[in-house]
C-alpha cells in the first residue's frame, strides 16, 4: 500500500491547484508511522550494500534524471531513474510538463514500486525531471521528497537536487525575513525561494543569481512549463552529464542524468558533463549554456571510492578504470602472501579484481551476497539485529577453509560490519584473514550530500590502524595511501577532488553544521 503525492492534475469542477501543498491526494492509504520510516531507514541501508543497521555504508543521498523533447519523457525519466536507484531508496519523484501543464508525482519506495505503469502514463509532455531521494537534511518523508514543484513570482517551477548546501540556516533566516513561505524543511526549496526572490528580470537571471547564494554541493535539474535547466557547484560535488537521444525527424533528445549508467537504458549518448559553476539552458530552440560562477573543482572522490557504477563515467573517467586501479595501488603498497583474494560484494568486487591482477594472486567469490534480500522481509527491526551481516553474506567453504585470504572491501565506518565479516571469513576455516581496505581512513564526516555518523563514531578518527584491526581481528589491515587514491582516481584527467573525509579540510566554510546533521544524530 502505497501513499502518492500528486500536483498539478486539473480536477473535473476544480480550478487546478498548483501550490506544492495543495491538490495531494492519496490513492491509497499508509500511515506514515515513525516506525514506518525507521523500517524505510533500515531496508534503505540494506538494499544500498552490504551492511548491518547498527554500522550502515555511507549513504548517498540522491540520483537526478531531466529530458527535453522526447513523446513519452516521464518514461524515459523512470528508466533513469531505474538506472540511478543505488543513489538512494527512501522515495522518488517525477514531474512532467507539456508546454502548459506542470504535474507532479512522488512517493515513498523504489522506483519501481511507486511507478507502475499507470502512474507513468498520468505524467504527461515532452520534458520531464526525476528525483531518487536518500536524505540527509528534512524530514525523512513524503514532504520532502523530490521534485519539489513551486509556484513563485518566476513562474511554476520543479526541481530536483542533489547534495546538500552548508549554508541553508542563514539564507533561511534572511528569506523568511523577506516574506518566504517554506513548504518543506528541504535545503533544495531555498534554491527556489532565491529565484522567487531575486530581482533579476528573466527567469535564466534569477537562477544564476540563486545560485551564486547558495554554497555546498547541488547537482539540480529544473523544469517550468516549457524549459528545462541543469546546473552543478562551482565545486562540482556531484556528478552530473549531459547526453543525446538521436532523432532522425526532428531535435535530438537532450538528457542530463546524475551518472552515465542512466544513458544506457535511455540510449542515449554521452556528449559532456555539466561543468562546475555551469549552467544550462534547454528550449524548443536549442541548447545554452552561461557559466554563472568561476569553477573551483573539489568533486567528491568518494563516488570513485562507492557511489557511483562502476559502469559510469563520472568526473570523465570510468569508475571501473578507477576502482580497478585503486585495487592494484593497494597490492602495490600493502602487499602480503595469502591464498585467495575475496571481495566483499558488490562494492569490493572491482578493486579486488585490480588487487588480485597486480599480486598474481587468484581472484575467487568467496563470498557471496543475496541479492533478493529486499525491503519486505526486514521489517521487523529486531530480526536484522539478530542475523546482521549473515542475511546478506554468506562464505562460500570450500573455497575459504585451510586458505589465507586477503578480503577487499571499499570502507570501515564504525568497524562492527567488517569484524562480522571477517568473523565469517574465519569460521569458514580460512587460515589467515587479511583486511585491504580501497581507501584511506575515514575520519571525518561529511557535509556535502553524504550520510556519514558523526566523528566520535567513525572508528578510523578514534583509533590507530592498529587498533582498528584488533578490534577487526583481522591478521593484518591496511588501507590505501592518499596519493594512491588520487593517482587512481584522475586517470590523468587533471580532476581535483574533495577529500575532507579522510584528512578533516573542507574546501567549502560550513557555517550551519548542526543544521546539516542527519537527523538522528542532531537529536542524540
Ligand atoms: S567529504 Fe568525502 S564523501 Fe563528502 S564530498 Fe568530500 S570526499 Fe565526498
Not at 525523512?140 to 519539489?148: E, H, K, R, T, V
Not at 531555498?190 to 543569481?209: G, K, M, N
Not at 542524468?257 to 544506457?264: G, H, L, V, W, Y
Not at 564504525?414 to 569460521?427: D, N
Request: with cysteine; net charge neutral; aromatic share 6%.
Amino acid at each position: 500500500m502505497r501513499r502518492l503525492v500528486i500536483e498539478g492534475f486539473p480536477r473535473a469542477g476544480a480550478k487546478a491547484r498548483s501550490s506544492y501543498s495543495g491538490d495531494s491526494a492519496r490513492l491509497k492509504s499508509c500511515p506514515d508511522t515513525k516506525a514506518n520510516l525507521r523500517s524505510a531507514a533500515i531496508a534503505a541501508s540494506a538494499v544500498a550494500g552490504i551492511s548491518d543497521p547498527e554500522d550502515p555504508k555511507l549513504r548517498e543521498e540522491c540520483g537526478v534524471v531531466a529530458i527535453h523533447g522526447h513523446p513519452d519523457a516521464a518514461r524515459q525519466v523512470y528508466l533513469g531513474l531505474y538506472a540511478l536507484q543505488h543513489r538512494g531508496q527512501e522515495s522518488a519523484g517525477i514531474a512532467a510538463a507539456d508546454g502548459t501543464h506542470l504535474s507532479n508525482i512522488k512517493g515513498m519506495g523504489l522506483v519501481s514500486e511507486i511507478f507502475t505503469d499507470d502512474v507513468i502514463a498520468r505524467l504527461k509532455g515532452a520534458m520531464a525531471i526525476g528525483h531518487t531521494r536518500y536524505s540527509t537534511t528534512g524530514d525523512s518523508a513524503l514532504l520532502n521528497a523530490q521534485p519539489i514543484r513551486v509556484e513563485s513570482t518566476k513562474g511554476l517551477i520543479a526541481i530536483a537536487h542533489n547534495g546538500n548546501l552548508v549554508n541553508l540556516g542563514n539564507l533561511r533566516v534572511q528569506l523568511e525575513r523577506q516574506g518566504a513561505f517554506f513548504q518543506t524543511t528541504s535545503d533544495s526549496e531555498i534554491i527556489v525561494q532565491l529565484i522567487a526572490h531575486s530581482e533579476a528580470t528573466t527567469l535564466v537571471d534569477a537562477i544564476a543569481d540563486s545560485l551564486r547564494q547558495v554554497e555546498g554541493a547541488f547537482s539540480i535539474v529544473m523544469m517550468t512549463r516549457d524549459r528545462i535547466f541543469a546546473a552543478r557547484d562551482p565545486h562540482g560535488f556531484r556528478p552530473l552529464s549531459m547526453g543525446r537521444i538521436h532523432n532522425p525527424d526532428g531535435p535530438d533528445t537532450v538528457v542530463f542524468a546524475s551518472e552515465t549508467c542512466a544513458f544506457d537504458l535511455l540510449r542515449a549518448k554521452y556528449e559532456r558533463d555539466v561543468l562546475p559553476g555551469e549552467l544550462i539552458m534547454v528550449t524548443g530552440d536549442g541548447v545554452t549554456s552561461r557559466q554563472y560562477a568561476p569553477p573551483n573543482q573539489t568533486s567528491c572522490i568518494f563516488e570513485h571510492v562507492y557511489f557511483a557504477r562502476p559502469d559510469s563515467r563520472i568526473f570523465g573517467r570510468w569508475v571501473q578504470e578507477s576502482r580497478e586501479e585503486m585495487g592494484r595501488q593497494l597490492a602495490r603498497e600493502s602487499h602480503v602472501d595469502a591464498d585467495l583474494v575475496v571481495p566483499v560484494p558488490d562494492s569490493g568486487v572491482t578493486a579486488a579484481i585490480g588487487y588480485a591482477a597486480e599480486s598474481g594472486i587468484p581472484f575467487r567469490f568467496g563470498l557471496i551476497r543475496n541479492h533478493y534480500v529486499g525491503r519486505t522481509f526486514i521489517e521487523p527491526e529486531q530480526r536484522v539485529r539478530d542475523f546482521g551481516v549473515k542475511l546478506k553474506l554468506n562464505p562460500v567453504r570450500n573455497l575459504l577453509e585451510g586458505r589465507r585470504i586477503i578480503l577487499i572491501d571499499d570502507s570501515i565506518i564504525r568497524g562492527t560490519t567488517s569484524r562480522k565479516i571477517v568473523r565469517m571469513v574465519r569460521q569458514a576455516g580460512a587460515t589467515e584473514v587479511h583486511l585491504r581496505i580501497s581507501c584511506p581512513p575515514t575520519i571525518s564526516p561529511c557535509y556535502y550530500g553524504v550520510d556519514t555518523p558523526r566523528k566520535s563514531e567513525l572508528i578510523a578518527a578514534n583509533n590507530s590502524i592498529e587498533e582498528i584491526r584488533q578490534y577487526i581481528e583481522a591478521d593484518s589491515l591496511a588501507y590505501l595511501s592518499l596519493d594512491g587514491l588520487r593517482n587512481a582516481c584522475d586517470g590523468g584527467e587533471g580532476n581535483r577532488f574533495c577529500v575532507a573525509c579522510y584528512t578533516g579540510e573542507y574546501p567549502t566554510r560550513w557555517v550551519d553544521v548542526e543544521d546539516i546533521l542527519p537527523a538522528e544524530v542532531a537529536v542524540s
